[in-house]
């Protein structure tokens, strides 16, 4: 089975969302790996040599936003009729893998700086930040607009560490997210997030990794794609986590609360704003990390994700890399 080529974010025909692709065309203008067209925008891994998937945005004729996973495979936002593409390999009788289930582990860190991966906050940390924004006074709507977070931002951003989807476990149960994650497994290099939240990463790899698995860990392997079965959120949700060149500081400053916010345990290492979606059905947010000043991490390289994590095998379930 082929590798998947590109991960398209597709936004139907209408003023909102030209003017939300041209913000985010903007935004990104400093980005050295974004590529801009008429009506799209794409994101190509700059290391190694030929490494996919590329994240692309786009103008289509659609009824609705959609991620689209290669050619012919779309996550909606009616996450209720998610299903996997109806080639996959994988055995629907298969028990389900309890290592992608939620559970709360703990793991060594080996890299250095702000953006160690083992900072991210656990899913009862992230839930504890969810309800104190639900907790808001009902006429408050949290977040910016896209063009106002454009406009706080532009010049600012360097590099996109991850896109992603937030999948509402309410609505997706795990039996049918696992069968999504193991047919995206098929097509792409996918590892299992270490400390065994459900938060599996998809990380660009050449032809050579994809058959093997990745072995050089080098920065420029992004924008990786997250996919996140989510107890927290009712409605599906995108998320784009962006480099800056802003302190800390900066950016509480840009986005005091409530236009923005930290998760829990996570004051260190970025900011969360969440954009008011011109799309019924659709959350969007932007996790802004501070400036990193120092030596890449293990995070940054993918390193961790791949020897900590392990790949996730659509044959196989998930396994460390190198086991048998």
Request: hydrophobic letters at 40%; charged letters at 20%; glycine letters at 8%.
């Amino acid at each position: 089975m082929g590798r998947l080529p590109v991960i398209t974010f597709r936004l139907p025909y209408s003023q909102a969302s030209t003017a939300f692709l041209a913000d985010l065309r903007t935004l990104l203008a400093d980005v050295r790996n974004a590529f801009s067209a008429p009506g799209r925008l794409e994101l190509t891994p700059l290391s190694p040599a030929g490494a996919l998937p590329v994240t692309a945005f786009e103008i289509a004729n659609i009824a609705s936003p959609e991620v689209r996973l290669g050619d012919d495979w779309s996550l909606g936002i009616d996450a209720a009729s998610w299903v996997a593409p109806p080639r996959s390999p994988i055995d629907r009788a298969a028990r389900p893998d309890a290592s992608l289930a939620p559970a709360i582990a703990t793991s060594p860190q080996s890299g250095a700086g702000p953006l160690q991966a083992g900072d991210r906050p656990s899913q009862r940390e992230v839930g504890e930040a969810a309800d104190l924004e639900a907790g808001m006074e009902a006429d408050v709507v949290p977040g910016v607009d896209m063009a106002e977070l454009t406009r706080r931002l532009a010049g600012y951003v360097h590099a996109v560490d991850h896109t992603g989807v937030n999948i509402p476990a309410g609505v997706v149960p795990v039996t049918r997210w696992l069968d999504i994650v193991h047919s995206l497994a098929a097509i792409s290099t996918m590892y299992r997030y270490p400390t065994g939240e459900p938060w599996p990463f998809v990380l660009p790899s050449t032809a050579a990794e994809f058959g093997d698995d990745i072995r050089v860990f080098v920065t420029g392997r992004e924008p990786r794609f997250e996919l996140v079965h989510d107890e927290w959120t009712a409605q599906p949700l995108w998320q784009f986590a962006l480099y800056t060149d802003l302190s800390r500081a900066e950016l509480e400053q840009r986005f005091p609360e409530p236009d923005g916010t930290a998760f829990p345990g996570l004051g260190e290492v970025f900011r969360a704003v969440t954009v008011r979606s011109p799309w019924p059905g659709l959350q969007v947010r932007f996790d802004l990390y501070y400036r990193h000043i120092g030596a890449p991490t293990d995070w940054e390289t993918g390193e961790w994700l791949v020897t900590a994590g392990g790949r996730i095998r659509d044959d196989r379930g998930v396994r460390h890399s190198g086991a048998s």
